[in-house]
Antibody, heavy 121, light 109 residues
């Protein structure tokens, strides 16, 4: 069964850091582009970042550029999101997701259940 | 304010056909394909339509998508109670960002 399981969400103070993880199973993780998408309370889905299959290409939404870093460990079938300089507006459920095909299509066909990040003092 | 514009809400009665629109620009919908996602709060979003009008396996043919110029639409025919959810359009933008619409909350009356 194809599965993505996020972890690492927590309550953190403004300016703090957090690392999210997304463990993949049931497919060849090292072949796919992977994504982070977030949803703030009461708001819609927002793309955060993406990374190619070997980790050499990354891109970010302007709102997180310079503060967040996406990475992956293909030996551990795990995707990461290192979040620094957290702000209240980063409060959201963070989802990891997989591209539908091994060549990038920006079509997310498999999603995790999400992990909640709350930034508050 | 999302770059891709959707109506915040839509509704219909069981069996009815409803459509949800998504309006963008030449740098996103106008030059890239559109995907649609269904999202029930507290669950993982689900890919409903990709490449403007393609259905992943397992998605009923009651769901269909179309695109014309800088706009796209999702149509749901034979509306069922389990279709009540949030629906999002999405497209890549030539500014190197992936975009989602603001979402449309579908209510089955």
């Amino acid at each position: 069964e194809v599965q993505l399981v996020e972890s690492g969400g927590d309550l953190v103070q403004p300016g703090g850091s957090l690392r999210l993880s997304c463990e993949a199973s049931g497919f060849t993780f090292s072949s796919y582009w992977m994504y982070w998408v977030r949803q703030a309370p009461g708001k819609g889905l927002v793309w955060v970042s993406r990374i190619n299959s070997d980790g050499s290409i990354t891109s970010y939404a302007d709102s997180v550029k310079g503060r967040f870093t996406i990475s992956r460990d293909n030996a551990k079938n795990t995707l990461y999101l290192q979040m620094n300089g957290l702000r209240a507006e980063d409060t959201a459920v963070y989802y990891c997701a997989r591209d539908r095909i091994v060549v990038v299509s920006n079509t997310l066909d498999m999603w995790g259940q999400g992990t909640m990040v709350t930034v508050s003092s | 304010q999302s770059v891709l514009t959707q109506p915040p809400s839509a509704s219909g009665t069981p069996g009815q056909r409803v459509t949800i629109s998504c309006s963008g620009s030449s740098s996103n919908i106008g030059s890239n394909t559109v995907n649609w996602y269904q999202h029930l709060p507290g669950t993982a979003p689900k890919l409903l339509i990709y490449s403007n009008n393609q259905r992943p396996s397992g998605v009923p043919d009651r769901f269909s998508g179309s695109k014309s110029g800088t706009s796209a639409s999702l149509a749901i025919s034979g509306l069922q109670s389990e279709d009540e959810a949030d629906y999002y359009c999405a497209a890549w933008d030539d500014s190197l960002n992936a975009l989602f619409g603001g979402g449309t909350k579908l209510t089955v009356l």
